[in-house]
């Protein structure tokens, strides 16, 4: 599928996944798209889309590779992934430097909260902590807490005040 602006500078091409025995649901799925400069002519940026499943069964894009210039002198190539949970939530997502699709910049993990009380009604987005790896170490980007459960979900203790009864 290509859209070509009117005035004829500029033209945005889509394609799509067949159908297939072996992964049936993939049919139709967005494979790629491509930005250049006319239809058929010179082409500025590619991606490409990787379609996976999560426990659920529900299908994702699970990768993205993208390539400015691909055609050029110099092609440039940057990829991102992501791991999603049974209910749709980003578990985990990577990012990789440009040219290097092996050695991840940024690796950024979410934990999230799996109390049968909050799944049992259908509140299943609950970030407990977001980390970021990166080739200097770990560090913690974010830290919940829910419902003053302190103990169970690794909150610190309350101050003294906060759990006085009076």
Avoid: C, H
């Avoid at 067949?18 to 049919?27: F, G």
């Avoid at 990577?94 to 092996?102: F, H, L």
């Avoid at 980390?131 to 103990?151: H, I, P, V």
């Amino acid at each position: 599928m290509t859209l070509t602006d009117a005035s004829g500078v500029g033209a945005k091409t889509w394609s799509f996944l067949p159908p297939s025995n072996t992964y049936p649901w993939q049919a139709g799925l967005v494979a790629g798209f491509v930005q250049s400069a006319s239809a058929g002519g010179y082409v500025y940026t590619s991606d490409a889309y990787t379609w996976t499943t999560n426990a659920a069964g529900n299908p994702y894009i699970s990768a993205k590779t993208s390539v400015t210039d691909p055609n050029g002198s110099n092609p440039q190539s940057a990829k991102t992934t992501q791991t999603l949970d049974q209910y749709g939530n980003v578990t985990q997502s990577v990012v990789y430097p440009y040219n290097n699709t092996s050695t991840p910049l940024n690796t950024y993990n979410n934990t999230l909260l799996t109390d049968s009380g909050y799944l049992g009604n259908y509140i299943r987005n609950r970030a407990l902590s977001t980390t970021l790896t990166t080739s200097a170490g770990t560090q913690t980007l974010a830290q919940n807490y829910y419902d003053g459960k302190y103990s169970s979900f690794g909150e610190p203790s309350p101050p003294s005040w906060a759990t006085s009864s009076t």
